[in-house]
C-alpha cells in the first residue's frame, strides 16, 4: 500500500512538470519566457516568475498559499484554488474584493493565475503594461516609466485620469481562445445599451452618449471583428462591428471595475463560460 502511494505521489510530481510550458514574453523589447499551465483552452501562467518579469517586488506565504504584487501605489493579493483577489492602497490602506471567472491553480509552491483574467486588474494597479497576445500566445510589459495617477475608489471603482471630452473615447479589440474581446473605453458610467446582432453585424446602441469622432480610425481590429463603422441616429449614437464567419452569440456588460463596456463575442467552438466576466453585476465584496 505504502508502495502505491509512493508512485502515484512520484508520478502526479512528473505530471506537474509535464504540463508546465513555456510562453514567450518581451520585457521593454528584451525577450524572456514565462511558465504556465493549460486549463480549459486557457494560459495560467506563474505569479511567481510574472512578478519578476515586471520587476515587482513579491511576497508568497507557503502556509496559506497566498501571493501578493506589490507594486509602488497598490498591492495585489491572491490565493490559490481561489476566485477573490484582494488590491489594497499603499496611501490608506483600504482595501477592495473582486472576483475571477475562474479560480487560480497549485503547482510547486507557486500560484498559476488565469492570465487573461488577471489582466485588467494588473493593468491597472502595476502602473505600467501588460498585454496578451493570443495569435502568438506571447506576453509583453512595458515597466512603469512615470507616476502616472490611479485610484481606486470607496464604490471599488476606478478613478481613470482621461483628458477627454467624449463619454466614449477609444475601443480595443483583442481576439481570446474561445472569441473575442471588445473593450469600450468610457469617460462616464453608462447604463443604457445594448448590442444584438443582425446579418452579421453587431449593433450598440447607445443613447445620449458623445463618442469621439476618430475612434474607429484609432481602432485596431481583431479576431472575429473585421472593421468598425460609427453612426448617428434619432435619439442616440451607434458603434457597428462587422463580423467575419465564425462567431456565435455575443453579450455587453459593463465592468464594475472601470465603468468601461465589456462585449464577449463567442466563437461557434465556445463553451457555456464566458470569455471574460469579472462579475457582471454585484460581484464587489465588502469586507
Avoid: W
Avoid at 475571477?100 to 487573461?116: G, H, Y
Avoid at 502616472?148 to 463619454?167: H, L
Wanted: charged share 20%; glycine share 4%; hydrophobic share 35%.
Amino acid at each position: 500500500m505504502k508502495k502505491t502511494i509512493f508512485f502515484l505521489f512520484i508520478f502526479n510530481l512528473t505530471l506537474s512538470a509535464q504540463n508546465i510550458l513555456q510562453m514567450n514574453v518581451t520585457v521593454d523589447g528584451k525577450m524572456n519566457t514565462l511558465s504556465y499551465v493549460e486549463k480549459r483552452s486557457m494560459p495560467f501562467v506563474s505569479a511567481k516568475e510574472l512578478a519578476n518579469l515586471m520587476g515587482s517586488n513579491s511576497f508568497y506565504n507557503g502556509e496559506t498559499s497566498k501571493f501578493e504584487f506589490k507594486f509602488s501605489k497598490y498591492k495585489l493579493k491572491i490565493t490559490s484554488r481561489n476566485q477573490f483577489i484582494v488590491v489594497t492602497s499603499n496611501s490608506d490602506n483600504k482595501s477592495n474584493i473582486y472576483q475571477l471567472p475562474l479560480s487560480t491553480l497549485a503547482r510547486n509552491d507557486d500560484i498559476f493565475i488565469p492570465l487573461q483574467y488577471i489582466l485588467e486588474y494588473i493593468n491597472i494597479t502595476y502602473g505600467g503594461r501588460v498585454d496578451y497576445f493570443y495569435t502568438s500566445n506571447s506576453l509583453s510589459i512595458t515597466k512603469p516609466k512615470d507616476d502616472s495617477e490611479v485610484i481606486i475608489s470607496d464604490n471599488n471603482q476606478i478613478v481613470k485620469p482621461i483628458d477627454t471630452s467624449f463619454d466614449i473615447y477609444a475601443i480595443e479589440i483583442s481576439e481570446k481562445s474561445n472569441g473575442t474581446l471588445i473593450q469600450i473605453k468610457t469617460s462616464k458610467s453608462i447604463t443604457k445599451f445594448s448590442c444584438p446582432i443582425n446579418n452579421g453585424i453587431l449593433y450598440l446602441f447607445l443613447t445620449d452618449v458623445t463618442i469621439a469622432p476618430d475612434i474607429t480610425q484609432n481602432t485596431q481590429v481583431a479576431g472575429l471583428v473585421k472593421s468598425v463603422r460609427q453612426k448617428n441616429i434619432a435619439g442616440g449614437s451607434q458603434l457597428e462591428f462587422v463580423l467575419r464567419e465564425g462567431y456565435s452569440t455575443a453579450e455587453a456588460y459593463r465592468s464594475d471595475l472601470t465603468n468601461d463596456l465589456i462585449i464577449a463575442v463567442h466563437s461557434k467552438t465556445t463553451d457555456v463560460e464566458n470569455i471574460y466576466q469579472p462579475e457582471k453585476k454585484n460581484g464587489n465584496l465588502t469586507r
